[in-house]
C-alpha cells in the first residue's frame, strides 16, 4: 500500500510568516504533487515535483514554493502566509511519469492564517 | 479547457437506498477517469481508474462505468458507512500529469 504522511493536520499561523509543510511517501514514487482543496472550487494544483530538485508550477503557484531534496520529500513553503491561504493543503504522489498513473494522497494539513 | 461536473451536489439517501452519482467531462484524448471518496477532514482514497468507454469497475457496493462523455458511480443498497463525498477527476495528455478535479458529491446514507 501507499503511504503518504503530512507533518501536521492542524497549522495555525500567523499573517506574514513563513510556512513549511511536508510531505513524505514511502512507495518510491517519482512525481509528488501539492494541491489546495477549497469549499466550490475543488483541487487546485500547486505545484509538481518529477524528480529530485525538479519542480514545474500547477495553476496556482503565487505565494508558494517548494523544495525537494530527497526522493521521499517534498515540502511546500509559504513564504509569508497571507488569510487567502487559509486552506486544506494535499499532498499527493504518483508511481512515473506514465500519463495514466494513478495520484494518492495524504491526509491533508488545515492551516489557518489569522 | 478540461472541465468535470459532478451531479448532484448532494444527495441522501436511506439506508439499502440504491442509486448513482454522475461525473461528466469534456477532454480531449482522455487518460484516464479517477474516482476518489473523501472523508470530511481526511484526504481523497483512491476508489477506481477507468480509462476507455465501455469499462467498468467494482468494489464492494461500488460500481464505476465509463462513457465517452461521462462516468457513473453505482452505489448499490448502501450503508450509513459509505457516506462521503465522492471525488471524479480526469487525465488529459500534456506535458505534466494535468488532472481535473470535480466539486464532488456529498452523499449522506441515514440509517
Known amino acids: 500500500d501507499v503511504k503518504v504522511t503530512q507533518s501536521s493536520r492542524y497549522l495555525v499561523k500567523r499573517t506574514g510568516e513563513k510556512v513549511f509543510l511536508e510531505c513524505v511517501q514511502d512507495m518510491d514514487h517519482e512525481n509528488m504533487f501539492w494541491y489546495r482543496q477549497d469549499p466550490g472550487l475543488g483541487l487546485r494544483l500547486i505545484y509538481f515535483s518529477y524528480d529530485v530538485k525538479m519542480k514545474e508550477k500547477g495553476d496556482i503557484p503565487e505565494g508558494y514554493s517548494v523544495s525537494r531534496e530527497k526522493k521521499e520529500r517534498f515540502s511546500l513553503i509559504l513564504e509569508s502566509a497571507s488569510t487567502n491561504q487559509t486552506s486544506m493543503y494535499l499532498c499527493?504522489?504518483?508511481?512515473?511519469?506514465?500519463?495514466?498513473?494513478?495520484?494518492?494522497f495524504g491526509p491533508g494539513t488545515r492551516l489557518t492564517v489569522l | 479547457e478540461d472541465q468535470v461536473t459532478q451531479s448532484p451536489e448532494a444527495l441522501r439517501l436511506q439506508e439499502g437506498e440504491s442509486s448513482s452519482l454522475n461525473c461528466s467531462y469534456t477532454?480531449?484524448?482522455?487518460?484516464?477517469l479517477f474516482w476518489y471518496r473523501q472523508d470530511p477532514g481526511k484526504g481523497p482514497e483512491f476508489l477506481f481508474t477507468l480509462y476507455s468507454a465501455g469499462e467498468e469497475k467494482e468494489k464492494e457496493r461500488l460500481k464505476a462505468t465509463l462513457t465517452k462523455k461521462e462516468s457513473f458511480l453505482h452505489i448499490t443498497a448502501p450503508k450509513p458507512e459509505d457516506s462521503a463525498t465522492y471525488l471524479c477527476?480526469?487525465?488529459?495528455?500534456?506535458?505534466?500529469?494535468?488532472?481535473?478535479f470535480g466539486i464532488g458529491t456529498k452523499l449522506q446514507v441515514i440509517p
Open positions: 477532454v480531449s484524448g482522455l487518460r484516464g
Open positions: 499527493a504522489t504518483a508511481l512515473g511519469i506514465t500519463s495514466t498513473d494513478t495520484q494518492y
Open positions: 477527476a480526469v487525465k488529459a495528455p500534456g506535458g505534466y500529469q494535468k488532472v481535473t
